[in-house]
């Protein structure tokens, strides 16, 4: 039997920092990973998304540059082959990077399943461990909706769209989620025709609604069809989808492959949770107090598996908490700030409340908005669709929701992070001076607004 203080189950950016974090507070700490350190983050969905939505990016971009004065003969192609492969690359060199840090801070990595025999034990394969602290960190899958047709080949979802190493000929996207709408952009950027079908009535719901309808315009005009209010009944083997809206069976057109990104189910059921007491909700997620730790006093749930914010930022957050608390130093978490980056063209980012949540919660709020038309750096880069909208307490003045939609906006969010963490007030970023010209100047501009003292707004 190997003993740790503590171990951490799963490597992803949850489990990798909650171990680092670990033997940085000086706990003899362990760290098992079944599949690849940097969990599905890394390998499957953060960075191999980014980088591919990067190659497709600049070739849209090349491809649509006449209005910049480019001039360019021929053709512009691209080799899907190619990009695929420098997305491995990426991923490879960061995998390493993650496998280097966890050894250098003194934490033992362990390859395999990590099963739970008691509140304190577990097995890897054969070999037995005991912890006085275990963290899970198992992560989250793909959800699968089970309707006729959803088992054939050619029906995708985000793990295996990721192994392609040829661009579809063409994709009926089921849900326009996160996921979904990020696929969305990456082809058609590529040029591949591209269908959405969610469920809801408008994409990316939770959204603020008018960066939600500007997103389905800004898809539209890049030429992929939006079907929203429509529950999917059926994958048909010539990959049309059969979808019902307002009382009407509909279907797409057949297509070369159908993605279905309609959401992640947690990955609890191999860690034998029975075995250690820890209680699970009926979906599988791990309910946690503020300092991450579950029903049973030393096991701790962080990231995906909790069932809180599925986002990288979060359950590395998360993790740190979860660390800390096992090393004796209790921080509670707190979600107030949590900051959202939709990685579309214009990108997409958002932190705190929404002006309907706010209002929903009792709130009296002011709302700011500028829209980057007015802005000189947006329309020097050519991208000057969308708006910074900021909403504020009307008594207080405190800054409580950023949403944009905008070039470099997912860089732009951590300002309004720091705002809203920090309890500033509009008054306060307003008086900030920004430096000009750039696209965050529009947090400044909207700032003012709440307050009527916008100079460069009508
Ligand atoms: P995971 O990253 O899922 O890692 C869990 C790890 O635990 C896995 O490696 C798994 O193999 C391992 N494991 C599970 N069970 C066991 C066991 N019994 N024993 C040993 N090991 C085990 N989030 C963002 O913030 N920004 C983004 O841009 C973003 N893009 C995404 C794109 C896609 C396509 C997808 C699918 C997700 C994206 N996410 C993004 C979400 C993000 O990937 C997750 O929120 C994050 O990875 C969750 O981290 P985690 O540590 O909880 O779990
Ligand atoms: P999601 O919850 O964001 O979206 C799923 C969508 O599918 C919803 O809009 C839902 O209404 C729709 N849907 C569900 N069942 C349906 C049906 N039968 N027919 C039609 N539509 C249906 O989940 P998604 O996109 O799978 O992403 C999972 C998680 O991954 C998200 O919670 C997100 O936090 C994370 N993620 C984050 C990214 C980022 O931060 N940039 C990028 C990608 C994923």
Redesign the pocket.
């Known amino acids: 039997m190997k003993t740790y203080q503590a171990a951490v ?8 920092i909650a171990a680092i974090q670990c033997a940085q507070r000086g706990l003899k700490t362990v760290l ?15 960075i ?3 980088t591919l939505l990067h190659g497709a990016e600049v070739y849209y971009e090349i491809k649509e540059s006449k209005g910049l004065g480019i001039d360019i003969t021929g053709e512009v192609g691209f080799k899907y082959k190619k990009m695929a492969k420098r997305k491995d690359k990426v991923v490879k060199q960061l995998r390493s990077g993650v496998e280097y840090l966890v050894s250098n801070h003194g934490a033992d990595i362990v390859a ?4 739970l025999t008691g509140a304190h034990t577990f097995t ?1 394969g054969e070999e037995e461990f005991e912890a006085e602290k275990i963290i899970l ?6 959800a699968q909706i089970p309707i006729p047709g959803a088992d054939q080949e050619g029906v995708l979802n ?2 295996s ?2 192994e392609l190493t040829e661009c579809p000929e063409s994709v009926t996207i089921i849900g326009g989620g ?2 979904g709408v ?2 969305a952009t990456l082809f058609a950027d590529l040029g591949t025709p591209v269908t959405i079908v969610e469920m809801l009535p408008t994409i990316l719901a939770g959204n603020d609604p008018d960066i939600c309808s500007t997103m389905a315009y800004l898809l539209e005009n890049k030429g992929v069809t939006i079907h929203v209010g429509a529950a999917v009944k059926e994958i048909r083997s010539d990959m049309s989808v059969v979808f019902e809206k307002d009382g009407e069976t509909q279907e797409t057109a057949p297509a070369s492959n159908v993605i279905m ?1 309609i959401g ?1 189910r947690p ?1 609890t059921a ?2 034998n949770l029975a075995a250690a007491g820890v209680e699970a909700t009926e979906k599988g997620f791990i309910p946690v107090n503020e300092y991450m730790q579950t029903n049973v006093e030393n096991i701790y749930a ?5 069932g809180k ?8 957050a ?2 740190v908490i979860a660390a800390d608390h096992a090393a004796g130093i209790a921080r509670a978490m707190d979600y107030s700030a949590v900051p ?4 579309t063209s214009p990108e997409i980012a958002c932190v705190g409340l929404t002006e309907e949540k706010a209002k929903e919660a009792g709130r009296d709020v002011k709302v700011g908005q500028f829209n980057l038309s007015g802005n000189g750096r947006s329309l020097a880069v050519n991208s000057a669709d969308g708006f910074v909208k900021l909403i504020a307490d009307a008594q207080t003045d405190e800054i409580i929701g950023c949403h944009i939609i905008g070039p470099y906006a997912t860089e732009m969010i951590g300002e309004a992070t720091v705002a809203i963490q920090n309890k500033l007030t509009a008054e306060q970023l307003g008086n900030t001076i920004h430096a000009h010209p750039t696209v965050s100047e529009s947090i400044m501009e909207a700032a003012h607004d709440i307050h009527g003292l916008c100079c460069h707004k009508a």
């Open positions: 189950i799963g490597g992803g950016p949850g489990g990798y098992v990973e079944k599949r690849d350190l940097g969990g599905t983050c890394l390998n499957r969905g953060c191999p998304t980014k395999g399943e990590a099963v890897v960190a198992a992560g989250s899958a793909p985000s793990d769209v990721l996160v996921i990020e696929f990104a992640r990955q191999a860690l962080i990231g995906d598996i909790t914010v599925q986002l990288a930022h979060v359950a590395t998360q993790g959202g980056c939709i990685y």
